[in-house]
């Protein structure tokens, strides 16, 4: 692959060049410095990009100048190209200058199995120097054509500076050796030949097929096939069940009895994977999920990880707890469910309570939710902020804090609302989390047959001076005739203290408001800041 010339450089990549030429002894520090203070700007390197390369090649890759021991290349990156994982033949020493923001992976073998150890966004100037021991991945993640400059070398006065390299296939399994592109799904007639079988891990393995399945159809749609390549073949094991059994070992194996992640670098790597494997699954999914709201996916296995065991464990106690303590003839009640989510609470109320199946209505903003709601109650799309019923209720009910998914700003809002639809003298009863919420907040749920999974990281944030709970949330769901992981995104919820809550109730219902840890059901004071299962139900009657 011949250069440009070095004419026709700009001044920058010359003194890039120019230095490499006379430098005696160089290595990845001293030219990181050297590209780094020759300043190479965008515009020095478009008048080069390759943006109509064939989908052959899964980036476009230009020779701008050739030295006496190095190489100074333009790689051009529509996007979704992805390099394969790869080392760099007999370079010593280099240089990758992003010119556009990158995904960067880093990978470890040894004996023969293969793992990630680094997954990072680069950003635009950013320089990952290069090694002769270094395997890694570049890739393009966004909706942009994107360039990158590279600059390889070796100690000794040779031309082949990346040749021999080493691409890992793990489609195959295999090691392959190349001289030009390190291109994801290289063609046959670009490999020189197959080495060892690789082992790799299911995270890494994960990634290299959801990315492969992305380029295949990408080259599919442009009416290139590969010989040595399949695209059915590849999609059925990215769909297969098989490695259930082993995903669910591998999270187990980081988390605690309770659940809670005991590697945090693992569970990062581990869910980024995940995330990008469920964006192809809504590609490939025959029939479409439902785009209702954010609940579309989580609404179809919520019960199992999440409503099912609550009401085992906490729900259906403090329900009988509230009807013992306060009298409630729920055979005569009228009640109004807010946030009903599935209403597999609200069932239980049907169907061990005694409460009439006329008597009840669930409203969640979720169409979702709803849509699983009707199977089992009255239930409609609607909004505690605009909530209007048009009849007085005896009770109101709200389950798994749905009223703190509301904004800071919404809550007193949402609670007036809420006292204005019961009638006098009856009651609110449901349950909050504290502001410390997050020591009780697994990382990992399965449901009881550990048929689902449910990655879950926590972390507190800031929003306008009012603490939340950000939780991102992805489930792998093997119940079905193939494996479906779903990112379920990021859920928010407000966690102000409990005396504000107490205020707002006393406020809005003018009447007596009491407080209770919702599992041992021990009495909150007025004085108390949290409880100890950091969650507590209130109970407040309107006068």
Avoid at 118 to 123: F, S, T, V, Y
Avoid at 188 to 205: F, G, M, N, S
Avoid at 255 to 280: N, P, S
Wanted: net charge negative.
């Amino acid at each position: 692959m011949e250069g440009i010339g070095y004419e026709n450089l700009s001044k920058s990549l010359q003194n890039i060049a120019r230095g490499l030429e006379i430098e005696n002894y160089m290595d990845s520090d001293k030219l990181a410095n050297l590209v780094e203070s020759s300043n190479v700007k965008l515009e020095d390197l478009e008048p080069w990009a390759e943006f109509n390369h064939s989908q052959i090649h899964s980036y476009g890759r230009r020779m701008l100048h050739k030295g006496r021991n190095f190489e100074i290349m333009l790689m051009s990156w529509y996007p979704e190209d992805f390099s394969s994982i790869h080392d760099h033949g007999y370079a010593n020493w280099g240089i990758v200058q992003a010119h556009g923001n990158f995904e960067h992976a880093v990978f470890k073998v040894s004996d023969e199995h293969i793992t990630t150890v680094l997954r990072e966004n680069i950003k635009s100037s950013n320089i990952i120097k290069v090694s002769n021991e270094l395997i890694h991945q570049l890739g393009n993640p966004s909706n942009n054509n994107i360039l990158s400059l590279h600059i390889y070398g070796r100690d000794e006065n040779k031309n082949d500076i990346t040749s021999h390299a080493r691409i890992f296939d793990l489609d195959e399994n295999k090691v392959q050796r190349a001289d030009g592109g390190m291109f994801l799904a290289l063609p046959e007639p670009e490999i020189k030949v197959r080495e060892q079988i690789l082992k790799p891990d299911y995270a890494t393995w994960l990634r290299h097929t959801t990315e492969l399945i992305k380029r295949l159809q990408k080259a599919k749609d442009t009416g290139i096939e590969f010989d040595n390549k399949n695209l059915e073949d590849l999609i059925s094991k990215f769909l297969s069940k098989d490695k259930f059994q082993e995903i669910l070992t591998n999270l187990e194996y980081h988390t605690d009895l309770e659940g809670y992640v005991t590697d945090t670098k693992f569970w990062k790597l581990f869910k980024w994977e995940l995330i990008r494997a469920a964006e192809l699954h809504i590609r490939l999914s025959s029939s479409k999920l439902s785009d209702l709201d954010s609940f579309s996916t989580y609404a179809i296995q919520y019960d199992a990880i999440i409503g099912q065991p609550c009401l085992d464990d906490f729900t259906a106690n403090y329900i009988n707890f509230f009807k013992d303590k306060y009298n409630i003839d729920f055979t005569t009640s009228s009640l109004l469910s807010v946030g009903c989510g599935t209403a597999l609470t609200e069932l239980y109320m049907q169907n061990n309570l005694g409460i009439k199946h006329n008597d009840l209505l669930g409203i969640d903003v979720s169409e979702a939710m709803v849509k699983v709601a009707q199977k089992r109650i009255n239930a409609k799309v609607g909004d505690v902020l605009k909530l209007q019923t048009n009849q007085k209720w005896d009770l109101i009910y709200i389950g798994l804090n749905a009223l703190q998914y509301l904004p800071h700003d919404k809550l007193e809002l949402s609670i007036k609302n809420l006292a204005n639809e019961l009638k006098i003298g009856g009651y609110f009863f449901g349950d909050f989390v504290t502001s410390d919420h997050i020591r009780n907040y697994p990382n990992l749920l399965t449901s009881k047959d550990k048929t689902i999974i449910s990655l879950r990281t926590p972390k507190l944030i800031e929003k306008d001076g009012f603490m939340y709970q950000c939780s991102e949330i992805v489930n792998l769901n093997s119940q079905g005739e193939s494996l479906k992981i779903t990112y379920e995104g990021k859920h928010y919820r407000y966690l102000p203290t409990i005396s504000k809550i107490r205020g707002y109730f006393e406020n809005s219902f003018k009447g007596k408001v009491d407080l209770y840890d919702a599992v041992s059901l021990k009495v909150i004071k007025d004085t108390d800041d949290t409880c100890s299962s950091t969650r507590y139900i209130i109970i407040a009657q309107k006068e």
